[in-house]
């Protein structure tokens, strides 16, 4: 028997968008452990915006599970959190409003900020560095500093070392903003991949004295980028099917539910949604072949291949929860009769 460490990893109830928690415990297995090997267990709502003090217990319900490679014997549990019944998912769990998930295929670009005493990792203590142009995709100290490309490649290691599907990493527009894209067979596993490469990052940051920037303008109204979390989906039907009336009625159903995808596409997004720096305006819907200024962006290929294929929201921020975004994205397809 060896002992492993399992940490139970959670989201929060902090509104507008959840924080990651996490606590270890150590269980005793012969090799590592399947998912249904793994225990329930519970914490203290009370202290994560949760439950009331009185009666303050939730339960957390291991749904995902990667071996960690920063811990000896470690495992990282991916949980989603429960009511104290153990079957009741609690009013926080995003995760659970995700209804028909078979089938879909998502992928998440996740951009983020390094920061360091409160700026951009890079920018000089007083005023700004040189404006944006060398940074994305860049190379070499002036554009990316001394340790950030330390970092995302240990960080890679580690998720790939965890069997996290990343398909790219590279450095984006602003100094010190950086992107990584996760792809899942199922919306459930691409978001658990996010939210567990988020913790990755943000526990790899600790010991350098960094903090990861989500807000997706943390720049203010300046000529600094803000960041997304664009939004990649295909369905069976998507992929398999398609056609232009489908997909225009798709499009109707996107512009109908505007405010429902709005709301849970990341704090502040009216402010990176300007219609400035390769974004839609937040209030309005719009689709475009190959438009990196629309809502909504239908590759080329996707023409090409008689409107089958992906297409790619590009309004979801860099701080949105994927759960909920994953889940209102399938609620407005499963509006649109396929026939
Ligand atoms: P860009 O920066 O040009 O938007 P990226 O390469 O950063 O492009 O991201 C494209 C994303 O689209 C990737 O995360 C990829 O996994 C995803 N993707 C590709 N094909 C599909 C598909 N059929 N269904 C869902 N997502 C897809
Ligand atoms: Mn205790
Ligand atoms: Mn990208
Ligand atoms: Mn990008
Ligand atoms: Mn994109």
């Given at each position: 028997m060896t002992k492993y460490k399992l940490e139970y990893i959670w989201l929060d109830g902090y509104k507008p968008v959840p924080n990651l928690r996490g606590k270890t415990q150590i269980k005793e297995f012969d090799?590592?452990?399947?998912l249904e090997q793994l225990p329930l267990w519970g914490f203290d709502g009370s202290s994560t915006m949760?439950?009331?003090?009185?009666?303050s217990d939730c339960v957390l319900k291991p749904v995902a599970i990667y071996p960690d490679?920063?811990?000896?014997n470690g495992a990282l549990v991916m949980c989603e959190v429960m009511m104290p019944d153990g079957v009741t998912p609690h009013p926080?769990?995003?995760?659970?409003?995700?209804?028909d998930d078979e089938g879909t295929w998502f992928g998440f670009e996740q951009e983020y900020f390094f920061y360091q005493n409160g700026r951009p990792?890079?920018?000089?203590?007083?005023g700004y560095p040189a404006?944006?142009?060398?940074?994305?995709t860049g190379v070499g100290y002036s554009n990316v500093g001394d340790v950030a490309r330390e970092i995302v490649e240990e960080h890679l290691d580690l998720c790939l070392a965890a069997g996290i599907n990343h398909e790219g990493i590279n450095a984006e527009v602003a100094k010190g903003q950086w992107e990584f894209q996760i792809f899942g067979k199922g919306s459930k596993r691409a978001a658990d991949e996010i939210w567990m490469a988020r913790y990755l990052l943000q526990r790899l940051t600790e010991k350098y004295g960094i903090d990861i920037e989500y807000h997706?303008?943390?720049?203010?109204?300046?000529d600094w980028n803000g960041s997304g979390m664009h939004c990649n989906f295909s369905t069976k039907y998507m992929r398999e099917v398609g056609g232009k009336a489908y997909f225009e009625a798709l499009m109707a159903a996107f512009e109908k539910n505007l405010m429902e995808h709005i709301d849970v596409y990341?704090?502040?997004n009216d402010k990176r949604l300007?219609?400035?720096?390769e974004t839609a305006p937040w209030n309005k819907f719009s689709y475009g072949v190959?438009?990196?200024?629309?809502s909504i962006r239908v590759p080329h290929s996707f023409i090409k291949n008689d409107y089958k294929g992906y297409l790619e929201d590009?309004?979801?921020?860099?701080?949105?929860d994927p759960y909920q975004i994953a889940s209102i994205v399938l609620k407005t397809i499963a509006e649109v009769p396929t026939s």
């Open positions: 090799t590592f452990p399947t949760q439950a009331e003090g009185r009666s490679p920063a811990r000896t926080t769990n995003a995760r659970a409003t995700i209804l990792l890079g920018f000089p203590e007083h404006p944006q142009g060398p940074y994305y997706c303008k943390p720049l203010g109204d300046t990341g704090p502040d300007t219609g400035k720096h190959a438009d990196r200024g629309a590009r309004r979801p921020n860099s701080q949105g």
